[in-house]
């Protein structure tokens, strides 16, 4: 059988010498996230298509790298359907709990409006209903919670109760039970930790530092309680922490003074790992995120490579294949239920007033709690890359990312990662890890 280039490779623009001196380049797999040492002559004929004269031998061995495909095979209807086969998955079901309406910070970039609201006498009871229902049904196998919106430590109490509800009902049905917590930090204690930890099975914890270029914001406290976390390590063998520092234009400058702030702290630790991300639009001004999204993705290389230097853990350099579906709005078995008892598809719904007000699905007391929620608007998203409608459909990253945002792009606002943009920078980040020496061409 004829074989072909995949249409999901990056290959190495940079080359090296191996370790008996010969000429090599990398060749990145997005679908299998695999990066591969080959011949610098191999690279070539991968990277312009002629594969035909290569040696049977190294045919055989990029076969099976998934590097060659059958000639003719249409890879991206592949992709689609294994993104939508996660998608329609109903043995793991997403909810997103957001038990709170306000805020303790209001970050000038969030597009949310930051009011105290009250919840009904019925919401709680109706979302431990919906959900434990859930639980219970035969084709489930995996449940996941996740707390988020605002910070879900305002709602401490809602949190520690309704967890504890669905922990036993899960227990009790032999169902996997996962959760993770959003929160700024500010309310975040060692004894909470411990409680979300052992008691509500808190087994991911995202503390988000914004504005880490604002003088005013003081982020000393946050950084105390993390240290300590870290230095009771043992306590918490099966949390993963991870610390993520939320970048606009101004903060760009400081991601140096950033870093040296968590290894002062001591979080250069294993159980931290760390994510740097750029603000994005909230439904409202574009061209900021634009420009912190460009600047963000020409340090981002630097920036990696230092916090590898001092010990940081940071997110994986290379693509990391989807595990699930992109997000919540693409798959009916995830919803996101908000403090006003509305259910969404949209994580970024009930946070901003216009979608809050124009994107309900349906209200939380009146839900059939026996069915999925009301189909959502992106719900279709698979269909729309198939047809062209979006240019994820020809893009070398669409196995890893899936798109990332489907709402983001039905707002102009391209969502596209950072790696699209830096990845040949990532890519000699990997060589020097791996001991590869750049050769002069």
Same mark, same amino acid.
């Given at each position: 059988?004829?074989?072909?280039?995949?249409?999901?490779?990056?290959?190495?623009?940079?080359?090296?010498?191996?370790?008996?001196?010969?000429?090599?380049?990398?060749?990145?797999?997005?679908?299998?996230?695999?990066?591969? /040492?080959?011949?610098?002559?191999?690279?070539?004929?991968?990277?312009?298509?002629?594969?035909?004269?290569?040696?049977?031998?190294?045919?055989?061995?990029?076969?099976?790298?998934?590097?060659?495909?059958?000639?003719?095979?249409?890879?991206?209807?592949?992709?689609?359907?294994?993104?939508?086969?996660?998608?329609?998955?109903?043995? /793991?079901?997403?909810?997103?709990?957001?038990?709170?309406?306000?805020?303790?910070?209001?970050?000038?970039?969030?597009?949310?409006?930051?009011?105290?609201?009250?919840?009904?006498?019925?919401?709680? *009871?109706?979302?431990?209903?919906?959900?434990?229902?859930?639980?219970?049904?035969?084709?489930?196998?995996?449940?996941?919670?996740?707390?988020? $919106?605002?910070?879900?430590?305002?709602?401490?109490?809602?949190?520690?109760?309704?967890?504890?509800?669905?922990?036993?009902?899960?227990?009790?049905?032999?169902?996997?039970?996962?959760?993770?917590?959003? /929160?700024?930090?500010?309310?975040?204690?060692?004894?909470?930790?411990?409680?979300?930890?052992?008691?509500?099975?808190?087994?991911?914890?995202?503390?988000?530092?914004?504005?880490?270029?604002?003088?005013?914001?003081?982020?000393?406290?946050?950084?105390? #309680?993390?240290?300590? #976390? #870290?230095?009771?390590?043992?306590?918490?063998?099966?949390?993963?922490?991870?610390?993520?520092?939320?970048?606009? #234009?101004?903060?760009?400058?400081?991601?140096?003074?950033?870093?040296?702030?968590?290894?002062?702290?001591?979080?250069?630790?294993?159980?931290?790992?760390?994510?740097?991300?750029?603000?994005?639009?909230?439904?409202?001004?574009?061209?900021?995120?634009?420009?912190?999204?460009?600047?963000?993705?020409?340090?981002?290389?630097?920036?990696?490579?230092?916090?590898?230097?001092?010990?940081?853990?940071?997110?994986?350099?290379?693509?990391?294949?989807?595990?699930?579906?992109?997000? %919540?709005?693409?798959?009916? *078995?995830?919803?996101?239920?908000?403090?006003?008892?509305?259910?969404?598809?949209?994580?970024?719904?009930?946070?901003?007033?216009?979608?809050?007000?124009?994107?309900?699905?349906?209200?939380?007391?009146?839900?059939?709690?026996?069915?999925?929620?009301?189909?959502?608007?992106?719900?279709?998203?698979?269909?729309?890359?198939?047809?062209?409608?979006?240019?994820?459909?020809?893009?070398?990253?669409?196995?890893?990312?899936?798109?990332?945002? %489907?709402?983001?792009?039905?707002?102009?606002?391209?969502?596209? %990662?950072?790696?699209?943009?830096?990845?040949?920078?990532?890519?000699?980040?990997?060589?020097?890890?791996? $001991?590869?020496?750049?050769?002069?061409?």
């Amino acid at each position: 059988m004829r074989q072909q280039a995949s249409r999901y490779l990056v290959v190495s623009d940079a080359v090296y010498a191996d370790g008996a001196g010969k000429p090599v380049r990398l060749v990145l797999n997005t679908r299998t996230s695999r990066v591969s /040492t080959v011949g610098d002559q191999v690279a070539r004929a991968l990277r312009h298509g002629d594969c035909a004269a290569l040696p049977a031998a190294v045919s055989d061995r990029l076969s099976n790298l998934k590097i060659l495909v059958p000639e003719g095979r249409d890879e991206l209807t592949d992709v689609l359907d294994e993104q939508r086969a996660r998608a329609r998955s109903t043995a /793991t079901l997403n909810y997103v709990l957001v038990p709170n309406g306000y805020c303790n910070l209001g970050c000038e970039y969030c597009g949310q409006v930051h009011v105290r609201g009250k919840t009904s006498a019925n919401h709680r *009871s109706a979302v431990r209903d919906r959900l434990l229902r859930a639980v219970n049904r035969p084709s489930t196998q995996e449940v996941r919670i996740g707390w988020f $919106g605002d910070d879900p430590l305002m709602a401490y109490a809602i949190v520690r109760d309704l967890a504890r509800q669905f922990v036993e009902a899960a227990d009790a049905a032999g169902v996997r039970y996962r959760s993770r917590l959003t /929160t700024d930090g500010a309310l975040l204690t060692l004894r909470k930790l411990r409680v979300l930890y052992e008691e509500c099975r808190v087994d991911s914890v995202c503390v988000t530092i914004d504005g880490i270029g604002d003088p005013r914001r003081q982020h000393d406290r946050v950084l105390a #309680v993390l240290a300590d #976390v #870290v230095r009771h390590a043992d306590e918490f063998p099966k949390l993963g922490l991870t610390i993520r520092g939320t970048l606009d #234009v101004a903060d760009i400058d400081h991601v140096d003074t950033f870093i040296d702030a968590m290894v002062k702290a001591g979080l250069n630790h294993p159980m931290v790992e760390f994510d740097l991300r750029v603000v994005h639009a909230w439904s409202n001004d574009m061209s900021a995120p634009r420009v912190a999204r460009q600047r963000f993705a020409a340090a981002e290389p630097r920036w990696l490579r230092r916090m590898h230097e001092v010990g940081m853990v940071t997110r994986t350099l290379i693509p990391a294949q989807l595990r699930g579906p992109i997000c %919540p709005a693409v798959t009916r *078995s995830a919803e996101v239920i908000s403090s006003s008892g509305a259910i969404f598809s949209c994580t970024e719904h009930p946070l901003v007033p216009e979608h809050e007000q124009g994107d309900v699905l349906e209200l939380v007391e009146h839900a059939d709690h026996d069915r999925q929620r009301p189909a959502g608007r992106y719900d279709d998203w698979h269909d729309r890359v198939n047809r062209g409608e979006q240019s994820c459909a020809g893009c070398v990253f669409l196995p890893v990312c899936g798109g990332s945002c %489907p709402k983001h792009w039905g707002e102009g606002n391209p969502p596209c %990662p950072s790696y699209k943009f830096n990845i040949q920078q990532r890519l000699e980040l990997e060589a020097s890890r791996t $001991g590869l020496v750049p050769l002069l061409t």
